[in-house]
Nanobody, 119 residues
Framework: QVQLVESGGGLVQPGGSLRLSCVAS????????MAWYRQAPGKERELVAGISRSGNSTNYADSVKGRFTISRDNSKNTNTVFLQMNSLKPEDTAVYYCKADSLFRGPYWGQGTQVTVSS
């Protein structure tokens, strides 16, 4: 089993920045790709960014390219994935979820963290 705990969400003004974190615990050795998704009210959950196990490969939704950066720390007994969000826009408002793919089971999802961009 893998457990994911997100943090870092909050209220920010347009143009501001936030950094989300997702700490994975449990069978972290089995984790492969990690990713951030988001879901706005009345909309489907969408992929924001993904990162490979090594961290050498990333992909982004067109709507966040150039503004968001995903990174990963696989040190010690945890895997942590970060999402640095800059130049935030009101349309970035959503619940952000961390997802981890596994060699054996899953995928695993975190509980979500709310990001609100508003003046």
């Amino acid at each position: 089993q893998v457990q994911l705990v997100e943090s870092g969400g909050g209220l920010v003004q347009p143009g501001g920045s936030l950094r989300l974190s997702c700490v994975a615990s449990g069978n972290v050795f089995s984790i492969t790709v990690m990713a951030w998704y988001r879901q706005a009210p009345g909309k489907e959950r969408e992929l924001v960014a993904g990162i490979s196990r090594s961290g050498n490969s990333t992909n982004y939704a067109d709507s966040v390219k150039g503004r968001f950066t995903i990174s990963r720390d696989n040190s010690k007994n945890t895997n942590t994935v970060f999402l640095q969000m800059n130049s935030l826009k009101p349309e970035d408002t959503a619940v952000y979820y961390c997802k981890a793919d596994s060699l054996f089971r899953g995928p695993y999802w975190g509980q979500g963290t709310q990001v609100t961009v508003s003046s």
